[in-house]
Structures are given as structure tokens and as C-alpha cells.
């Protein structure tokens, strides 16, 4: 099997429980984005990024992007960790805020994954706050009937928390990543 490594950015840990898991699972190591600037990206055959979601973009990925060329690219899986639904609106801006901003026609064909997160909202200080009340106004004030029931989902998950953190999300990730290994 080729080699694989998960590099991620956690700031309230689900994030970093999903890179251990998927870690463990492909038998690598996960390394948070900062210990990962001395590695030689080209030693492996599959590389995963995690980040978790903040707005509609992946907090990191920017950063991780730089480390990466077309070859690179091609070895790439990426997943987001976020507390909405995985709908094909969310999929499709997390996309375009993410990795539609170096590989608009997914070229490279880079796999996404949206992984369900945790939120606790007495964790929340700060512009994180800030921008969690502003959704929860955008939210309400904006819904159609079509999407006042996941408006209403979103706001019990902002008021009241939620923990959507599952081992089995990982699964096709790591089945899909074994492949991008295999090649």
C-alpha cells in the first residue's frame, strides 16, 4: 500500500479526532498544519487535509494550498468539518471557497468531504461569536418556506450545540484514499 499523511487544523477538536481516526485507519500519522512546513510532501502517495468550516470556506486550506503543485494536487483528498447539513448548496460553496480557488474545473480531481462537526456554543468567544450570532440573523431573516425547516436546524444547532461527530463519516474518505494510495 502506498504512503499516506493526514494534515489538519483543529481549533475545537473534532476536526483533529477525525484526522486521528482516519490516521488510524491508513496506518499514518496525522500532523497538525504548523508541525507539517519541514515535510517533503512528494514522500507520499496520498495526502489528506482537514479543516474545519468557518463561513463556507475551509479555515487553513489557503495556507496548506501553498505547499502544493499540480503533481501534488493530483495525490489530494480534503475534507471540512461543519455543523450543516451536507447539502449540494453547502457542498457546492465550501467547494467554491475552498478548493474552486486554485482548481476551478477540479483539474486535479480532489476529493471533498463534508464531515459532521461538534459545536458547543458556550465554547464560542470572540469573532467566532460575532459571526455565529450574524449567521443566526442571516438565517431567520432570509429563509423561504422551501428553506425555513433548515433554517430552523440551523438555529437549534447555534442556540442549543450539537455533536455530529461520528467515526463512521470517515469511512468512503479512507476507502477513497487507499485507492489514491494504490495507484
Same mark, same amino acid.
Given at each position: 500500500m502506498?504512503?499516506? #499523511?493526514v494534515?489538519?487544523?483543529?481549533?475545537?477538536g473534532?476536526?483533529?479526532?477525525y484526522?486521528?481516526?482516519?490516521a488510524g485507519d491508513l496506518?499514518?500519522?496525522?500532523?497538525p498544519?504548523?508541525?507539517?512546513?519541514?515535510?517533503?510532501?512528494?514522500?507520499y502517495?496520498c495526502? #489528506?487535509?482537514?479543516?474545519? #468550516?468557518?463561513g463556507?470556506?475551509?479555515v487553513?486550506?489557503d495556507k496548506?494550498?501553498?505547499?502544493?503543485?499540480?503533481?501534488?494536487?493530483?495525490?489530494?483528498?480534503v475534507?471540512?468539518?461543519g455543523?450543516?447539513?451536507e447539502t449540494?448548496?453547502?457542498?457546492?460553496?465550501?467547494?467554491?471557497?475552498s478548493?474552486g480557488?486554485?482548481d476551478?474545473?477540479?483539474?486535479?480531481r480532489v476529493?471533498?468531504?463534508?464531515? &459532521?462537526?461538534?459545536?458547543?456554543?458556550?465554547a464560542?468567544?470572540?469573532?467566532?461569536?460575532f459571526?455565529m450570532?450574524?449567521?443566526?440573523?442571516?438565517?431567520?431573516s432570509?429563509?423561504?418556506?422551501d428553506?425555513k425547516?433548515?433554517?430552523?436546524?440551523?438555529?437549534d444547532?447555534?442556540?442549543? &450545540?450539537?455533536?455530529?461527530?461520528?467515526?463512521?463519516n470517515i469511512l468512503?474518505l479512507?476507502k477513497?484514499?487507499?485507492?489514491?494510495?494504490?495507484r
Amino acid at each position: 500500500m502506498g504512503k499516506s #499523511i493526514v494534515i489538519y487544523t483543529s481549533k475545537r477538536g473534532s476536526t483533529k479526532q477525525y484526522a486521528e481516526w482516519i490516521a488510524g485507519d491508513l496506518g499514518c500519522e496525522a500532523v497538525p498544519l504548523p508541525d507539517a512546513k519541514g515535510i517533503d510532501l512528494y514522500d507520499y502517495d496520498c495526502m #489528506i487535509y482537514g479543516g474545519w #468550516i468557518r463561513g463556507s470556506g475551509i479555515v487553513d486550506f489557503d495556507k496548506f494550498a501553498k505547499m502544493l503543485d499540480d503533481e501534488l494536487m493530483n495525490r489530494l483528498i480534503v475534507y471540512g468539518v461543519g455543523f450543516a447539513d451536507e447539502t449540494a448548496e453547502n457542498y457546492a460553496q465550501v467547494w467554491g471557497y475552498s478548493l474552486g480557488k486554485i482548481d476551478p474545473k477540479n483539474e486535479h480531481r480532489v476529493l471533498l468531504y463534508i464531515l &459532521g462537526g461538534r459545536y458547543d456554543p458556550a465554547a464560542v468567544t470572540g469573532l467566532d461569536k460575532f459571526l455565529m450570532k450574524t449567521m443566526r440573523a442571516v438565517l431567520l431573516s432570509g429563509s423561504t418556506n422551501d428553506a425555513k425547516s433548515q433554517a430552523n436546524m440551523m438555529k437549534d444547532r447555534i442556540d442549543n &450545540g450539537c455533536d455530529l461527530v461520528k467515526r463512521e463519516n470517515i469511512l468512503s474518505l479512507v476507502k477513497d484514499a487507499k485507492k489514491k494510495a494504490d495507484r
